[in-house]
C-alpha cells in the first residue's frame, strides 16, 4: 500500500495506538537515548501534535503521529556498524551509500526494528513516517510530511534554517487558512527544507540521497500543477 516501505509489507498490520502504549513508551525514552537527543525527540512529538491539528481530522491520527515521533529517533546514537548489523539482520544489505552517508541510517533501522520491539506501533502509517523522516521521499503521506518537517522545525532546533522555517510556517497563520491554501503553504515550506539541506549538503562536498531530490522535485511538480 502507498507509504509502506517495503520491509513492513508482510509483517505490519494498521493498529490502533493507545494512550497507554503512548505513556509506556515515553516513559523509556530517557533510559534509551541521551537527555539532548531525548529532548529534541519530546519536542518533535509536541510538533507533531500540532501540525496533526492542522493536517489530520482526529485523535487516532494524533496518537499515531506521537507514536512516530517519540520511534523516530530511537536508533539514532547508534554506531554505523551498529545500523549495518541491523539491516543485515533484517536482510537488507547496506550499499557503500549507505554507508558513506551515516545520518540517514537511523531512519531505516528505527523502521525495521519497530515490528519486532514495538508491536504495539506497527502501523504501516506510522513506520513509513519514522523510515522518511530524514531523506523525504517521493509521494509522501500527510503522516510522513509531518513528521518530517516536525523534525526539523521542532522548538528544541536553535539552527537558523530550523528557526527561519518554523517562523515562517508558523508566522503565516495557517490555522486561519482553508484546508487548500495550508497544504499548499505547508508543501512550498517543505520544498524550501529540501533546498537548504541540499544547499548545505553541495557545501560540505556530502553525498545526496536520490529520494530528497525526488521528494522535492514530486511535492514541486504537485504545487505548479495546481
Known amino acids: 500500500s502507498e507509504g509502506v516501505p517495503d520491509m513492513c509489507e508482510k509483517n505490519c498490520t494498521v493498529v490502533a495506538v493507545t494512550d497507554e502504549a503512548l505513556d509506556s513508551l515515553r516513559e523509556q525514552i530517557p533510559s534509551v537515548l541521551s537527555p539532548k537527543r531525548a529532548a529534541h525527540v519530546m519536542g518533535v512529538e509536541r510538533m507533531a501534535v500540532r501540525l496533526g491539528e492542522l493536517f489530520t481530522p482526529g485523535e487516532d491520527d494524533i496518537r499515531l503521529l506521537r507514536g512516530a515521533a517519540l520511534l523516530h529517533d530511537i536508533t539514532k546514537e547508534l554506531s554505523a556498524d551498529e545500523h549495518a548489523a541491523i539491516m543485515r539482520a533484517h536482510g537488507v544489505e547496506p550499499t557503500e551509500y549507505d554507508m558513506m552517508s551515516p545520518k540517514t541510517l537511523h531512519a531505516r533501522t528505527a523502521a525495521l526494528l519497530i515490528p519486532d520491539r514495538y508491536p504495539q506501533f506497527a502501523d504501516p502509517r506510522l513506520i513509513s513516517a519514522v523510515r522518511w523522516h530524514t531523506t523525504g521521499r517521493e509521494g509522501m503521506t500527510v ?44 508543501d512550498r515550506l517543505i520544498v524550501m527544507s529540501f533546498d537548504m539541506t541540499l544547499a548545505e549538503l553541495v557545501g560540505k562536498g556530502s553525498l545526496i540521497s536520490a529520494d530528497t531530490v525526488n521528494a522535492r522535485n514530486f511535492i514541486l511538480c504537485g504545487l505548479k500543477n495546481r
Do not use: N, S, W
Not at 530550523?162 to 497544504?183: H, I, Q, S, T, Y
Open 143 to 186: 503522516y510522513d510530511k509531518i513528521i518530517y518537517f516536525a523534525d526539523y522545525i521542532d522548538d528544541t532546533r536553535t539552527y537558523v534554517d530550523c528557526v527561519k522555517l518554523r517562523g515562517l510556517f508558523f508566522g503565516a497563520e495557517p490555522e486561519k487558512m482553508d484546508a487548500d491554501a495550508r497544504m499548499r503553504h505547508f
